[in-house]
């Protein structure tokens, strides 16, 4: 059973930045794809980027390409999320989320383990 805390949700005006990580208690953390989703109030969990194990691949939403960076630390059990030139839709609960497997998948119902979520809040 994969445990997942997600860190460094929070306040910022729109343009800013914010880096959200996600820690892992499970120590096979580098044998998981891991992604973050997003869910805005009334709105279904989206997906926003997800890493190979190995951290070389990834893959996002378009919503979100080019201004958002997905990276993993298999040594620390950590993944990152690195949101820049932040919007007002961006505003959600941003949620980790591990899977099983080797390749990347958008849709939430390949994930089995999910953390509790962090919110991010961007003011226009």
């Known amino acids: 059973q994969v445990q997942l805390v997600e860190f460094g949700g929070g306040l910022v005006q729109a343009g800013g930045s914010l880096r959200l990580s996600c820690a892992a208690s499970e120590p096979t953390f580098s044998t998981y794809v891991m992604a973050w989703f997003r869910q805005a109030p009334g709105k279904e969990r989206e997906f926003v980027a997800t890493t190979t194990r190995s951290g070389i691949g990834a893959a996002y939403a378009d919503s979100v390409k080019d201004r958002f960076t997905i990276s993993r630390d298999n040594a620390k059990n950590t993944v990152y999320l690195q949101m820049n030139s932040l919007k007002s839709e961006d505003t959600a609960v941003y949620f980790c989320?591990?899977?099983?497997?080797?390749?990347?998948?958008?849709?939430?119902?390949?994930?089995?383990?999910w953390g509790q979520g962090t919110q991010v809040t961007v003011s226009s």
């Open positions: 989320g591990a899977r099983m497997g080797t390749s990347l998948r958008r849709d939430k119902s390949a994930y089995q383990y």
